[in-house]
């Protein structure tokens, strides 16, 4: 029988050991603009300089899964940290591990992103692509392009399943 | 009695001059994450790393405006680029002049974002801060910090009226 994997609500302390969660809630803040806007200032810790790198701006378009979903593989950028945004408030799912060689499957965690906020991944943290539910979701996506290789797959065997009782969270 | 700016459809040939339109329309993708995902690769220009300067990601939460909009003021940013990406889909207005010292007000231009698409200014092309229109309405920016005087402010008087006829667009 495949393990299970319960997916938690999305906090910035749950969440701290993987990056940040990217969330006006406790974020510093300050208005500008003759005080017609406010300023959420600095929500991610960017690193997209290693050997040479520089920012990209992308959008991903993710197709949305059918819970419970069958976790078979996880990726980590070793060289750039990688922030997804939503462009949506429809809830989608995070899976993460510690960065580490190999990843450590018994510290697989789950969270459930509900009020449209969105994640960093710091540089080499494992995590699950993108679990959009629901509907097809675009994200806005700001990570590191230039030379290197910036992508490690690490195959899940026995693939946990992924559960998450919304009412619960 | 004011100049009026009418806001015109904002689409990528119209803005060139300016920067890039941050969409989906016409830009290179690719499926990635075993096709459950499509990348929209590289969609906006940023130039953030000089004099010292860094990646920031940060939420602008904008007030809406009243039309028709007097303005009074444009701003520009000569150290980086400055991306803006609507979390909504709400329509949105943009007001642009090209870069120059003083600025040319006589070739300010006038966009409305309607389809849920961004903006990137280039370095050093002047702007009005943001528009949003009817609800408070978030935008998710990348830009630059670090080191150094990156905003400068322009007053425009006589003021310009901006308008804009959506059913028109």
């Not at 690193?47 to 992308?58: I, V």
Request: aromatic fraction near 8%; charged fraction near 20%.
């Amino acid at each position: 029988m495949s393990r299970r994997l319960v997916a938690e609500l999305l906090t910035r302390d749950a969440f701290r050991p993987f990056g940040e969660v990217i969330t006006t809630q406790g974020a510093d803040h300050y208005p500008i603009n003759n005080g017609t806007a406010e300023r959420y200032h600095d929500l991610a810790r960017l690193e997209l300089s290693a050997a040479g790198g520089s920012p990209l701006l992308s959008l991903f378009r993710a197709q949305p899964r059918q819970l419970p979903v069958k976790l078979s593989v996880i990726e980590r950028h070793p060289l750039g940290s990688q922030a997804f945004m939503p462009l949506s408030r429809r809830p989608y799912l995070v899976v993460v591990a510690p960065a580490g060689t190999p990843p450590d499957v018994t510290a697989l965690r789950a969270f459930a992103a509900v009020n449209g906020e969105g994640v960093n991944y710091a540089p080499g943290v494992w995590h699950h692509p993108l679990l959009a539910l629901e509907a097809l979701s675009d994200f806005l996506v700001v990570d590191r392009g230039g030379p290197g290789e910036n992508c490690e797959i690490f195959d899940l065997d026995p693939a946990p399943l992924l559960v998450w009782d919304a009412a619960a969270t």
